[in-house]
């Protein structure tokens, strides 16, 4: 069975055995290639996109641009505070302490959504970065509250390559930033060319020491 087949199939038994599922989407090249893997099974899955108020401008022109094309059910996630009124009363948190600009851009917004499902879908692949390099197709997350839900990434063990690979067969668009050298894509403050080519996260919160916003840590507790 190769790897397309295989994620079907993790689809398909993850949906056959939960009743409310949801796909985070960062319009990553994964994520587009699990989208659109997921709409042939379930065409109403709601796509849930961490709105920071900081990404590329490219990004929400072809995050609209997708949507216009593939028609799915796009559920924005934002912040309590809008992007002005955090820098008004903290500054600019991504330079200062990103982690806490992560945290309530991030973290917060999709963490209070998940409650509402219990199977969380995820376009993660081990070869993104080190801390991702044991990440299981199938995994349980728990949250703050308590609140437990599958976590499921069909594409595990896929890699850039053959993600896009699939985009060429399946006739999708990719974001064009990949073009101007950049690997992996987050808000435009704290992504830059990766610095390390074996690393593509290597370019995210460059010198900061950081990897993870601190939605994905891998363990039994997110």
Same mark, same amino acid.
């Given at each position: 069975?190769?790897?397309?087949?295989?994620?079907?199939?993790?689809?398909?038994?993850?949906?056959?055995?939960?009743?409310?599922?949801?796909?985070?989407?960062?319009?990553?090249?994964?994520?587009?290639?699990?989208?659109?893997?997921?709409?042939?099974?379930?065409?109403?899955?709601?796509?849930?996109?961490?709105?920071?108020?900081?990404?590329?401008?490219?990004?929400?022109? =072809?995050?609209?641009? &997708?949507? %216009?094309?593939?028609?799915?059910?796009? @559920?924005?996630?934002? *912040?309590? /505070?809008?992007?002005?009124?955090?820098?008004?009363?903290?500054?600019?948190?991504?330079?200062?302490?990103?982690?806490?600009?992560?945290?309530?851009?991030?973290?917060?917004?999709?963490?209070?959504?998940?409650?509402?499902?219990?199977?969380?879908?995820?376009?993660?692949?081990?070869?993104?970065?080190?801390?991702?390099?044991?990440?299981?197709?199938?995994?349980?997350?728990?949250?703050?509250?308590?609140?437990?839900?599958?976590?499921?990434?069909?594409? =595990?063990?896929?890699? &850039?390559? %053959?993600?896009?690979?699939?985009?060429? @067969?399946?006739?999708? *668009?990719? /974001?064009?930033?990949?073009?101007?050298?950049?690997?992996?894509?987050?808000?435009?403050?704290?992504?830059?060319?990766?610095?390390?080519?074996?690393?593509?996260?290597?370019?995210?919160?460059?010198?900061?020491?950081?990897?993870?916003?601190?939605?994905?840590?891998?363990?039994?507790?997110?």
């Amino acid at each position: 069975m190769d790897k397309v087949e295989t994620a079907k199939s993790i689809i398909q038994k993850a949906l056959a055995t939960q009743g409310n599922p949801c796909f985070t989407c960062s319009f990553q090249a994964e994520d587009v290639a699990l989208l659109h893997l997921l709409l042939q099974e379930k065409p109403d899955i709601p796509v849930l996109f961490l709105d920071t108020g900081y990404h590329f401008p490219e990004v929400y022109a =072809y995050r609209d641009a &997708l949507r %216009e094309q593939m028609g799915f059910r796009l @559920v924005n996630l934002t *912040p309590s /505070l809008s992007r002005e009124e955090q820098e008004r009363f903290y500054g600019r948190l991504y330079e200062t302490d990103p982690n806490r600009c992560c945290q309530m851009r991030k973290v917060e917004p999709l963490f209070q959504a998940l409650e509402g499902y219990d199977t969380w879908f995820t376009g993660l692949r081990r070869e993104q970065s080190p801390t991702r390099a044991n990440l299981n197709p199938v995994e349980e997350a728990i949250l703050h509250s308590g609140h437990r839900l599958k976590k499921v990434s069909p594409l =595990y063990d896929w890699t &850039l390559k %053959e993600v896009f690979a699939y985009l060429a @067969v399946a006739g999708l *668009p990719y /974001l064009p930033l990949y073009d101007q050298g950049y690997l992996s894509i987050g808000c435009a403050p704290c992504t830059a060319k990766p610095l390390d080519p074996q690393d593509p996260r290597s370019g995210r919160w460059a010198g900061k020491g950081k990897l993870e916003c601190g939605i994905h840590l891998h363990g039994k507790e997110e």
